[in-house]
C-alpha cells in the first residue's frame, strides 16, 4: 500500500476495505469486479477513490452477461450511471433507499446488535451511552428479584392460544407504568372474563415490581411469614420517612443495619399480603 501511495507501484489488487475513505490523489483509474454484487453506496464510495486530484479519472464497473445480472443489481448500476455528476450522493442514497426499502426498526426482522438485545434494550443502550458522552452522572437503574411462594402466571384454561399468551407476557414485560398495566387488565378481562386468582396475582406483582424499582429496593423475599425488602447501598429515599413509619409500627416492621426492611402481614392470603406490601411502598414513595 505505501508503494502504491508514494507511485513506486502502478496497480494495487485489493478488495473493498479501499472503500473506507482513502485518499490517493494519484490513484485515476479503477476496476471494480463483480459490480452487480456490491450495494449501491458501496459502489459509490469505491468509484469515489479516483478522481480525487486534478487529474481525469476513470471507473470500470466489470460485470457478467446481461442475463446472469438480477433486476436488482441493474437497478443500482443504472442509478449509478444516471448520477455522475459532483455531489450526486444525496440522489444515489435516494434511490437506494427506493430500490432496497427503509427497513425495518420496529419489526421483529433485524440484524447486528438491535436483533441480539431488542429495540427497546437498543434504544436504552443508546441513550445511556449519549448521557455519558455528554458527561451527565448515571445511575443504573434496579432491575428488583422477587421471591415469593405465590403463583403468578396467565392459565391455559384462561388464554387458551399459547402464542396469545406469550405476546401477553411480552406487552407485560415492557408496561412502564401502572396506568398502561391497568389498560391492559382492562383489556384482558374484555376479551376473556374475570382474571383467574394467579392472573390477579401477576398484576399485582408486577406493580410492586414497578414500585420496587423506583425505590430502589433490589429484592423482595418471604421467608418464614415476613418479607424482606433489600434496599441497594445508598438508596434515593427519605430515611427519616422510613424510620418514622418503622417506629410507628414496630410488631410489623423492622429495619436492620444493613438496609432491609422486615415486613410481617397481617393475614395468610396472598392477595391480601401483596396488597398489604402495595400500601406500604406507596406510603414510602
Known amino acids: 500500500m505505501m508503494d502504491f501511495v508514494q507511485q513506486r507501484l502502478d496497480v494495487l489488487v485489493c478488495t473493498t476495505i479501499i472503500e473506507s475513505g482513502l485518499d490517493i490523489p494519484a490513484a485515476n483509474t479503477i476496476f471494480i469486479n463483480r459490480s452487480d454484487k456490491l450495494g449501491l453506496a458501496q459502489i459509490y464510495q469505491l468509484r469515489g477513490r479516483v478522481g480525487r486530484s486534478s487529474e481525469q479519472a476513470y471507473a470500470y464497473l466489470i460485470v457478467p452477461p446481461e442475463h446472469l445480472v438480477t433486476r436488482q443489481a441493474q437497478r443500482r448500476l443504472l442509478a449509478l450511471m444516471d448520477f455522475t455528476e459532483l455531489g450526486s450522493g444525496f440522489k444515489i442514497a435516494l434511490n437506494d433507499l427506493r430500490i432496497r426499502g427503509a427497513g425495518n426498526i420496529l419489526g421483529a426482522a433485524q440484524s447486528g446488535h438491535i436483533a441480539a438485545v431488542g429495540y ?74 374475570p382474571l383467574p386468582s394467579e392472573a390477579s396475582h401477576l398484576f399485582s406483582l408486577l406493580n410492586l415490581k414497578l414500585l420496587l424499582r423506583r425505590l430502589w429496593i433490589r429484592r423482595l423475599e418471604a421467608v418464614n411469614g415476613s418479607y424482606i425488602l433489600s434496599f441497594v447501598e445508598n438508596p434515593e429515599i427519605d430515611g427519616a420517612k422510613l424510620a418514622r413509619l418503622v417506629a410507628a409500627d414496630p410488631k410489623r416492621l ?29 406510603t414510602l414513595e
Open 254 to 282: 423492622r429495619l436492620s443495619p444493613d438496609y432491609r426492611l422486615y415486613v410481617k402481614c397481617s393475614s395468610s392470603d396472598a392477595g391480601e399480603c401483596l396488597a398489604e406490601l402495595k400500601n406500604l411502598l406507596h
Open 120 to 193: 427497546e434494550m437498543y434504544v436504552q443502550l443508546m441513550e445511556k451511552t449519549i448521557r455519558e458522552m455528554k458527561g451527565e452522572d448515571i445511575r443504573e437503574s434496579v432491575e428488583p428479584e422477587i421471591h415469593l411462594d405465590v403463583e403468578v402466571h396467565l392459565p391455559a384454561t384462561y388464554i387458551a392460544d399459547s402464542r396469545q399468551r406469550l405476546t401477553t407476557y411480552r406487552r407485560l414485560a415492557v408496561a412502564a407504568d401502572e396506568m398502561a398495566l391497568a389498560e391492559m387488565r382492562e383489556e384482558l378481562v374484555d376479551r376473556f372474563g
